[in-house]
């Protein structure tokens, strides 16, 4: 129970005006980008690493759960704070305190945008890769505790390929430092990768080390039209099994393409089963022909048109496209059940197929979009809560999703995460040994499972 008395701790260590208590902002803070709620008892916005050791430290001798939060962005319930206590509101946590554009790398707090590093890595010729779709909004912290990924993951990697080293408080607030800026560290296991994708479970990430990369000079943007959804995917396979690998290769099938083109009215081909976003980057001469040798296989695959942009506009319109799948959604129905069901490359058409049955089988409308070239796909499950079968009908779509990518040898995110949403499935997917080896590292770290309680590894039950 969090006491006046704890407020008034908490106030002397940030300020009064950084933390919050009102019934108002406690809504606010009781939710991400899913449908699901649980309110703090507090949100406490700290400004330095050493007031988050503070903060940790008063959590633990009172007994409060400690759930951190970036932007809020999150698809799995992450920063939900299931068990009440304590929402840590990450963002005045927000300077760049280094770009080496000599050693490549980036050092940043964790309440940075991505995209404000992203912007501050082009100033200096650089490249920071990871652009998940949500960079204008999402924190790095966010992004590191998700291990976000994005479309440009099929070429360079998703966000761990790029986390050199972190610096965490620990749930008794001591705090840890892992990796450096040495791209080849090789001294222990990886254990930077260990709060890569931990979800706020194991520490509050207050430091991030990372590594950006020169940008390639010259892009092609092309998007491929098909009849047929199916054909669309099977050019995926066929593209990555070719030798080339594209920066981009996006999907999107009718569903998001009709709904797109209501929201934007930007001439998209409505009557399309499928589409896709390719992009290849590098020097002039490569550029040139593995656009023409994409450009081949779509057509090869099927596709009854491939329209290449012919400037940074017309590459920034068809982008839009897909940037604005998401809130074209909402004029489907009111809610979805998100999903970043990820298979191997090789079987994204077999998935595609599988996910076109369920949408047939349950009646419900299902999205089709994703980052096709990694895997990773977007199966977004639409209905509307207060119609109680549509609802029953949609988690019975969700569930099938689930078993199918496991069935396929596929994994339940490919960058959303687990959080609490897709915890009930993980046994199925780490086995109980991996399962149980979860367990056990978290424990050593936060015995009395204070930071982010119910997620992951020690799911209890289900929000509705
Ligand atoms: C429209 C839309 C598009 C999206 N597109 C993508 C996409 O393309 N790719 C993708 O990967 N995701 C995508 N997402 C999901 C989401 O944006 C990402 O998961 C993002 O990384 C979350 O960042 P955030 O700052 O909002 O974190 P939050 O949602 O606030 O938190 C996410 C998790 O990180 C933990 N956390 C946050 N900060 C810290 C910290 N400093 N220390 C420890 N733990 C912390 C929280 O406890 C929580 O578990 C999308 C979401 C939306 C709404």
Known sequence: MLTAEVIQELSAVVGAKHVMDSAEDLI?????????????????????????????????????????????????????????????????????????????????????????????????????????????????????????????????????????????????????????????????????????????TLGVIVSITLRLVPIPPVKKTLMAVYDRLEDAAKTVSVTMASGIIPTTLEIMDNLSIVSVENYL?????????????????????????????????????????????????????????????????????????AEDATVPRSLVPVLVGRVLEVQKKYDVPIFICGHAGDGNMHPTIMFDKRNKDQKERAEKALHDVHIITLELGGTLSGEHGIGFAKAPYLRAETGEIGYKLGQEIKRSVDPHGLLNPGKIFFYEGVLH
């Open 28 to 200: 606010i803070y009781s939710n991400d980008a899913t449908m699901f709620h649980s309110r703090p008892e507090a949100v406490v916005q700290p400004g330095n690493r050493d007031e988050v050791v503070q903060i940790v430290k008063i959590a633990g001798r009172h007994n409060l759960p400690v759930t951190c939060r970036g932007a809020g962005t999150c698809l799995s319930g992450g920063p939900i704070p299931l068990k009440g206590g304590i929402v840590l509101e990450m963002t005045r946590m927000n300077r760049i305190l280094k770009v080496d554009a000599v050693n490549k790398v980036a050092v940043v707090e964790p309440g940075v945008i991505t995209f404000s590093l992203a912007s501050a890595a082009n100033q200096v010729g650089l490249l920071y890769p990871p652009d998940p779709s949500s960079m204008k909004e999402s924190t790095l912290g966010g992004n590191i505790s998700e291990c976000a990924g994005g479309p440009k993951g099929v070429k360079y990697g998703i966000t761990r390929n790029f986390v050199l080293g972190v610096e965490a408080v620990l749930a008794d607030g001591t705090i840890v430092k892992t990796g450096n800026e040495v791209d080849g560290d090789m001294a222990g296991p990886d254990w930077t990768m260990l709060f890569t994708g931990s979800e706020g």
């Open 265 to 337: 009215k930007i001439g998209l081909p409505v009557q399309a089963g499928g589409l896709l976003l390719i992009e290849v980057d590098g020097v002039q001469s490569t550029v040139e022909e593995d656009a023409d040798h994409v450009s081949e296989i779509c057509k090869k695959c099927g596709a009854s048109e491939v329209k290449m942009a012919q400037n940074a506009a017309e590459a920034e319109e068809l982008w839009l496209a897909r940037r604005s799948i998401n809130p074209a959604f909402g004029q489907v129905a009111p809610c979805k059940f």
